[in-house]
């Protein structure tokens, strides 16, 4: 089964901006990233600071930016990391273009790069901005709401067909033409709460035998779709190599298979070409301890790489 952390949505987040929000794989991060104190660390998904926050502490000399689409995520990380002063540059942008943000930042190439893939439970936790199937919001997803196209736009524009492709080949729903069909003869659609009704409608009752919510693999699609998520992660493992130093290392968090499939196969790539060498044998995964402790972690997967210094 392939899945995404929204499965486990945050029903009562809590009060304050960062409630909820538990970095995930945070021990190991670190201890790929083999932060120095004296080095230069780029945060590519900043989100509300959890693993930012780690790396400046191990800061002396070094300095940390930090990147995120989210504006109202850089907000909050913001506000988190204030005590950190001048360790800290902070730029609204798409980690797709990591080399032209990094050359604005007027950084040195970096020591290490964190990518972390998955969707903030402050963004899902957040009804207006459209993530979640248990609360009531407009259908928006958009991780930067200065982007064009909404889950809307897509819900209620795509043909049938396409739709089905879309719901099959980025949410791996295998339901995918029975969905895509009962959500045609349902539209239009304004808000979460009704098109996650129509989904779980059209799925067999005998299908639900499952952990999942049955809207999961749908509102990933239509989330994957609407940011453009692949391909700004094929953007970026193109151009992620000339930003490291030479012994740099990325360490990158992914929490479904489509996109752990891409990592995999750019860090074999790279090691087949002799730019880098793959730290993680094989994938690594939470404990069951901090799956109890953080359910969100459950599919997490953790791949890292160190460029090669010659």
Known sequence: MHD???QREPRNPGPGPQAGHVPVLLGEALEYLAV???GIYIDATL????HAQEILKRLESGRLLGLDRDPHALEVARGRLAGFGGKLIMQHGNFAEIDALHAASGLAPADGVLADLGLSSLQVADASRGFSFNLPGPLDMRMDPGSDTTAADLINRTRERDLADLIYKLGEERHSRRIARDIVKARPYRVTTE???VVT???PSRAGLHQIHPATRTFQALRLAVNRELENLEQFLDRILPVLRPGGRVVILSFHS???RLVKHAFQRWQR????RILTRKVVRPTPEEVRANPRARSAKLRAA???RD
């Open 47 to 50: 989100g509300a600071g959890g």
């Open 273 to 276: 070409e002799g730019r880098a």
């Open 201 to 203: 409608r059209a799925i």
């Open 36 to 38: 120095q104190p004296d």
């Open 195 to 197: 098109l996650a009704q």
């Open 258 to 260: 489509l996109e752990d």
């Open 4 to 6: 995404d952390e929204t």
């Open 306 to 308: 160190e460029k090669s």
